[in-house]
């Protein structure tokens, strides 16, 4: 008599989620040990940091996002297109939404059962109940929304082009002083120069009137203070009206209110001031979590309250040794899902677990092709060293090229760079559709 596999479910394909399916796949469903699926409710892959650069077309997400039926089919896993909706821990079984297009049912809700679970379902956008804010901003937080963004900007700037007297500037507001803000800022200045290269003649940086808006009292509090001041200088060089120590009270279709009773006149509104796990996460499963929906965990990456159940990436809240917690970024789930590769390995083997400690490599934000600012961190220096300008770019390109390996291998990786090189001689540096 067989031993039954082991079933292994993730859900949720970003940078943790995808790059813990690969490598389970490699080491467990290619010798048919264990079978691992991964959830995601699309069909595709974009590495989130990219999210900007999609928003302003300086990156066509129809060439550079992943497949993951393709992804699965080539590295021993199973994927299946779903959204979550329920776990039921005593059944061990995950429940996904039914899907539907405009007209017709097309999967009915259904049940996967699971031996381990890993929830990777990263986050989404907190507008933190303010007034308008749905109705009125683009959260950018996901691929459909960097598209509506793209849309909506070409609309804004054919508009302007074709009223070439307006004395009226395109007002573009964007609220969070993040890195997802700061660099969208700038992305878009990169925008305005190529569209004016494109025919848009009338169009230019002085067309473009670009808010960022920041309630705390620097932008990119996360990063070292001198760091922050720097890309402040650089955003101020391009164009863009930096707003620190301003509160957003609300948003209308004219622009932004803020708490001093000033509006931010904007036709074009992005909201990135904050994350949160998706509402449904509120102790899913009677699981524990936080305020912001994030599933609590132990050291070991598994939740508190089911040793079976791991979380990483964003919707995780993962103490650290020296307080705090493990802060939303990309470097976070990479390391989340190398060590939580390691403790399911290990539960499997019945050894023991052990504990993710985070590493702050640095932090680096890319001003499109004017600057990019940043600090490194690690073995080579004391403390950290801020860098910038080429070095810091090559630095930024590099932790993109390390996803990809993760998930493609050197040898394909190599081969994408390529790829990528002759597509931007042969193709549109900006997508203009």
Known sequence: MTTPKTRIVII??????LELATRLGHKLGRKQKAEITLVDRNNSHLWKPLLHEVATGSLDDGVDALSYLAHASNHYFNFQLGTLTNIDRERKKVTLAEI??????????????????????????????????????IFLDNPQQAHRFHNEMLNLFLKYSANQCAEEKVNIAIVGGGATGVELSAELYNAVKQLNSYGFESLNSDALNVTLVEAGERILPALPPRISSAAHQELTKLGVKVLTKTMVTSADEHGLN????????????????G???????????GLETNRINQLVVKPTLQSTLDDNIFAIGDCASC???EGGFVPPRAQS???????????ILALLS????????????????SLSK?????????NLMRGSMMVEGRIARIVYISLYRMHQVALHGYIKTGLMMLVGGINRVIRPRLKLH
């Open 258 to 273: 803020t708490k001093d009773g000033e509006q931010i006149k904007a036709s074009l509104m992005v909201w990135a001031a």
């Open 12 to 17: 949720g394909g970003g940078a943790g989620g």
């Open 350 to 365: 019945e050894k023991p677990l052990k504990e993710y400690v985070y590493k702050d490599h640095g932090s680096l934000v």
């Open 275 to 285: 994350i949160k796990a998706p509402d449904f996460m509120k102790e899913i499963g």
């Open 333 to 343: 789930a990479h390391q989340m899902a190398s060590r939580c590769y390691e403790n």
């Open 370 to 378: 004017f600057s990019t600012v940043g600090s490194l961190m690690g």
């Open 319 to 321: 103490p650290k040794k």
């Open 100 to 137: 539907r297009d405009e007209n017709d049912l097309l999967v009915p809700e259904r049940e996967l059962a699971y031996d381990i679970l890993v929830m990777a379902l990263g986050s989404q956008s907190n507008d933190f109940g303010t007034a308008g804010v749905r109705e009125n901003c």
